[in-house]
């Protein structure tokens, strides 16, 4: 018996038009017979009132309370990048965004730049050395992820991610990087961010790629600003993992495949996701992203998905971002529709025999609010006739799934309840 678990990307949402959510409104006869045959229940991502992120999300659906293992953006970006992450390295989220010349910021996006100029610049930056106080290198490795998105590592002795922010999420003066508790290694690290911020904003100041962008009319990329920052204690993610969290407290990860007896894929496009994937140590299968999530191939991802299953993969996780970004844009219509896309995508996985399908999400993005909420995720597992127990629900929704046979649950309780299904959950008592 295998498990297929597609999680589509806030998917949850609140009535937008004529009472009703993206996902009563769409037409998904695939989604609708899963739900049909299996059961159904909506599910706290982690718990009541907590506004999840995609990470803390998605840790709490495998099993891991993100209290306790989530480590901040920075370590599962650069995870999820491919970077070479080593012991000691503090990891950030950093964005492209431009500066006046009184170091205003006054685009955090640079234009939302992308492409080769991120590319380009991204290169002119990528291996930086700056000395600290007592004469040792300290080295900034830089790499573009996607739009105005890059990862920072900084390695070095001694240092700290008790770093503040310096990407404050509003334009204004540069605010530079301050130790946030009063250790040596947290000011070292500041410090030295601070001098790398300086010197990246010489060399992409007078860039030919930047000019370029000042003669199109462009806004200039001429400034890094960071976020986010964790550490990397020990770099083997595949062999239990330990890492810092972002409040610089050591973290063992039990691999996904110990914890669960079973070999798990994950197959995604976005850093982020395959970062949390590979943190818990599952395999990565990386569909490279050409278009925009809500154009995104999903017919690739499904064929990747079943050649993981015909290959005897215990676990895959098939993500699926459009519904997300659809819900930040506030565009119900376009939710809609990458439901619907997603629907005929997932056809093929009808006709899996010995295969648990599981149907959820890591949060809702309700259309309204643009942002991620704190309301709980449909959820549907489907299964071979005898395993499951169906209940009457024959809609894939949150109105429907609420009155299920899952009822209301919390993602902690998933991972239990597919163990259980498949006869792995350990007796208590006699
Ligand atoms: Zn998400
Ligand atoms: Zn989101």
């Given at each position: 018996?295998?498990?297929?678990?597609?999680?589509?990307?806030?998917?949850?949402?609140?009535?937008?038009?004529?009472?009703?959510?993206?996902?009563?409104?769409?037409?998904k006869?695939?989604?609708?017979?899963?739900?049909?045959?299996?059961?159904?229940?909506?599910?706290?991502?982690?718990?009541?009132?907590?506004?999840p992120?995609?990470?803390?999300?998605?840790?709490?659906?495998?099993?891991?309370?993100?209290?306790?293992?989530?480590?901040?953006?920075?370590?599962l970006?650069?995870?999820?990048?491919?970077?070479?992450?080593?012991?000691?390295?503090?990891?950030?989220?950093?964005?492209?965004?431009?500066?006046?010349?009184?170091m205003?910021?006054?685009?955090?996006?640079?234009?939302?730049i992308?492409?080769?100029?991120?590319?380009?610049?991204?290169?002119?930056?990528?291996?930086?050395?700056?000395?600290?106080?007592?004469?040792?290198?300290?080295?900034?490795?830089?790499?573009?992820?996607?739009?105005?998105?890059?990862?920072?590592?900084?390695?070095?002795?001694?240092?700290?991610?008790?770093?503040?922010?310096?990407?404050m999420?509003?334009?204004?003066?540069?605010?530079?990087a301050?130790?946030?508790?009063?250790?040596?290694?947290?000011?070292?690290?500041?410090?030295?961010?601070?001098?790398?911020?300086?010197?990246?904003?010489?060399?992409?100041?007078?860039?030919?790629?930047?000019?370029?962008?000042?003669?199109?009319?462009?806004?200039?990329?001429?400034?890094?600003i960071?976020?986010?920052?964790?550490?990397?204690t020990k770099?083997v993610?595949?062999?239990?993992?330990s890492?810092?969290?972002?409040y610089g407290?050591?973290v063992?990860?039990?691999?996904f495949?110990?914890?669960?007896?079973?070999d798990?894929?994950?197959?995604?496009?976005?850093?982020?996701?395959?970062?949390?994937?590979?943190?818990?140590g599952?395999?990565?299968?990386?569909?490279?992203?050409?278009?925009?999530?809500?154009?995104a191939?999903?017919?690739?991802?499904?064929?990747?998905?079943?050649?993981e299953?015909?290959?005897?993969?215990?676990?895959?996780?098939?993500?699926?971002?459009?519904?997300d970004?659809?819900?930040?844009?506030?565009?119900?219509?376009?939710?809609?529709?990458?439901i619907?896309?997603?629907?005929?995508?997932?056809?093929?996985?009808?006709?899996?025999?010995?295969t648990?399908i599981?149907?959820?999400?890591?949060?809702?993005?309700?259309?309204?609010?643009?942002a991620?909420?704190?309301?709980?995720?449909?959820?549907?597992?489907?299964?071979?006739?005898?395993?499951?127990?169906?209940?009457?629900?024959a809609?894939?929704?949150?109105?429907?799934?609420?009155?299920?046979?899952?009822?209301?649950?919390?993602?902690?309780?998933?991972?239990?309840?597919?163990?259980?299904?498949?006869g792995?959950?350990?007796?208590?008592g006699?």
């Open positions: 018996m295998q498990i297929l678990l597609i999680a589509l990307d806030g998917l949850g949402d609140r009535p937008v038009s004529r009472g009703k959510t993206p996902l009563q409104l769409a037409k006869p695939n989604m609708d017979r899963l739900a049909k045959g299996g059961i159904s229940g909506i599910s706290y991502p982690i718990g009541p009132g907590i506004v992120g995609s990470d803390t999300g998605y840790l709490s659906l495998f099993g891991y309370d993100p209290y306790h293992f989530y480590v901040g953006r920075g370590i970006e650069a995870l999820g990048s491919g970077a070479k992450v080593h012991e000691g390295d503090i990891a950030f989220r950093a964005n492209f965004s431009t500066v006046d010349g009184k205003n910021i006054i685009d955090r996006r640079a234009g939302r992308d492409g080769k100029d991120a590319d380009e610049l991204a290169k002119s930056i990528s291996k930086i050395i700056v000395k600290d106080r007592r004469g040792k290198d300290i080295t900034f490795q830089f790499e573009h992820v996607h739009g105005h998105r890059c990862v920072l590592l900084i390695r070095g002795q001694d240092l700290s991610p008790m770093v503040s922010d310096t990407d999420h509003v334009v204004g003066q540069v605010a530079w301050k130790a946030i508790n009063p250790s040596d290694d947290a000011k070292r690290t500041a410090d030295a961010l601070n001098e790398w911020l300086k010197k990246a904003n010489a060399i992409l100041k007078s860039h030919s790629t930047n000019k370029r962008r000042k003669e199109r009319g462009l806004p200039e990329a001429n400034f890094i960071t976020r986010g920052a964790s550490m990397l770099g993610p595949y062999k239990g993992a890492y810092s969290g972002i407290e050591a063992s990860i039990t691999p495949k110990e914890k669960y007896k079973m798990a894929t994950c197959v995604a496009s976005g850093f982020l996701y395959k970062g949390v994937a590979r943190y818990i599952m395999d990565v299968m990386s569909i490279d992203r050409k278009v925009g999530a809500l154009h191939d999903l017919d690739e991802k499904v064929k990747a998905a079943l050649s299953l015909k290959k005897g993969t215990d676990f895959v996780f098939l993500h699926f971002k459009g519904t970004v659809a819900g930040h844009d506030g565009d119900w219509k376009a939710k809609v529709k990458f619907e896309k997603a629907d005929k995508a997932i056809a093929p996985f009808l006709k899996l025999k010995d648990i599981v149907v959820t999400s890591d949060h809702s993005t309700p259309c309204a609010l643009k991620h909420s704190a309301d709980p995720v449909p959820i549907l597992i489907h299964g071979p006739a005898g395993m499951i127990r169906p209940d009457h629900i809609k894939f929704d949150e109105v429907s799934a609420s009155h299920g046979g899952l009822d209301t649950l919390r993602h902690a309780d998933v991972m239990p309840i597919l163990l259980g299904l498949l792995k959950a350990k007796m208590f006699t």
